[in-house]
């Protein structure tokens, strides 16, 4: 099922009901995470990604330029093209887009051809937070990502993880790493970029063969349209 090409961003976030041939769930309650792949990714799997602002929904500042930072810097080890952060920015600038919620109003269409990408990637924090009731002691992160297809307005790809960490966790190392820094006084920024590395895994690999000994020097960036 196909999306309108010059519908808007907006309906691409209401299309979550699309049959995937790939997806997982963790089983925990307190540990939790979402993906799905569509049947067709191999068919339309872009070679250009267009990282977009993030938005963040948590009451913790600048955690959105965190979960953006992340999501771009490991883009590059997955093998895809990705549309410089300035070329980015200028299209936003050239928008007049300020906050990522007004990319609602931008056709997918329009944006991508100032973008010059094949595909536009998506993300929010949805909740960070420490929660302290009685004896219990925990500490809350969950983020989500969608990478959209541009020609046809496919959502290619999604992934959601939520973490909850206490005190009586083991096994998962995210725990161990909150255990190592204090528990709740650990950096919200390290959490965002465990679970993009998480979420990610689950994104299938680019067409783009990175040397991991060179990996700096063989980046592949794109310059937009509108350069």
Not at 75 to 86: D, H, I, N, T
Request: hydrophobic share 40%.
């Amino acid at each position: 099922m196909f999306f309108k090409k010059a519908g808007t961003l907006i309906t691409l976030f209401s299309w979550v009901c699309l049959t995937m041939a790939t997806s997982g769930h963790a089983q925990s309650r307190e540990d939790q995470e979402f993906w799905e792949v569509n049947p067709q990714y191999e068919k339309y799997s872009p070679n250009v990604i267009a990282v977009l602002p993030m938005d963040n929904f948590s009451l913790e500042p600048e955690l959105e330029d965190v979960l953006y930072s992340e999501v771009y810097q490991r883009l590059q080890a997955k093998g895809y093209r990705r549309v410089s952060v300035e070329a980015v920015q200028d299209v936003m600038d050239d928008l007049g887009i300020q906050t990522p919620g007004q990319l609602q109003g931008i056709s997918l269409e329009r944006l991508c051809s100032k973008l010059n990408t094949e595909a536009v990637l998506l993300g929010q924090v949805d909740q960070s937070a420490s929660i302290h009731q009685g004896v219990y002691d925990a500490v809350v992160v969950s983020c989500s990502l969608r990478l959209t297809h541009c020609q046809t307005g496919q959502l290619l790809w999604r992934s959601e993880q939520w973490r909850t960490a206490h005190r009586q966790w083991q096994i998962d190392p995210f725990n161990a790493i909150i255990n190592l820094m204090a528990h709740s006084s650990a950096s919200r920024s390290d959490r965002i970029a465990w679970l993009v590395q998480e979420m990610l895994k689950t994104l299938p690999p680019g067409k783009i063969t990175i040397q991991e000994d060179n990996l700096l020097q063989r980046a592949i960036q794109v310059q937009s349209a509108t350069d």
